[in-house]
Structure formats: C-alpha cells, structure tokens
C-alpha cells in the first residue's frame, strides 16, 4: 500500500520557520520525482517545488523561490522542505505528492501574528 505522510506543520509567527517532512512508503522511493503542492483556504491548489528523483534539480514556484528548500533522502524514504521566512500567505494545507501519482493527507501551516 502506497503511502506519504506529512508532518511538521503548525503555527508560525510571520517571518519564522518550520520543516515540512513527508514520509514514504508502498513504492520505489528513489525513482519517483517529488513534488509538495498546498491549498490556501479556500483556493485551489498551487504548486510549491518539486524535486528529480535523484535530488539534483529543485525547482521552485515563483511565490516561495529563495524561501523554501525542498530535499530528498532516498536511504530513507524522505522528501523534505525547508520554510523560510514565512509570510501569511504561506498559510496553507502542504501536500506531498510522488509526481501526482498518491498524494498524502496533508499538513496545516498557520503563519499569523
């Protein structure tokens, strides 16, 4: 059984940080471009960064470029992403998704004040 579990998020003041990681399982990690994609509430999905199956081309939506860091550890079925800088329009449910294949649960980043 296919599955990506995301964790790391919760409230942030604007301007602070937190590390989304999403663990995988039911296939071959190491093969499959990852990609995080979120949902502000009550708007549709936007796509965040994405990451080749080998770690060595990130690529990153204009909204979070130079903020985030997305990375892999594909000895242990990890995708990553490092959040900087956080501003309020960050707030979003982020989801880890193998190349749109399966798609996780979802984890709630708040940034407020």
């Known amino acids: 059984e296919v599955q990506l579990v995301e964790s790391g998020g919760g409230w942030v003041q604007p301007g602070g940080s937190l590390r989304l990681s999403c663990a995988a399982s039911g296939f071959t990690f190491m093969t499959y471009a990852m990609i995080w994609v979120r949902q502000a509430p009550g708007k549709g999905l936007e796509w965040v960064s994405r990451?080749?199956?080998?770690?060595?081309?990130?690529k990153y939506g204009d909204s979070v470029k130079g903020r985030f860091t997305i990375s892999r550890d594909n000895a242990n079925n990890t995708l990553s992403l490092q959040m900087d800088s956080l501003k309020p329009e960050d707030t979003a449910v982020y989801y880890c998704?193998?190349?749109?294949?399966?798609w996780g649960q979802g984890t709630l980043v708040t940034v407020s004040s």
């Open positions: 998704t193998n190349n749109g294949h399966y």
């Open positions: 990451l080749n199956s080998r770690g060595t081309r990130p």
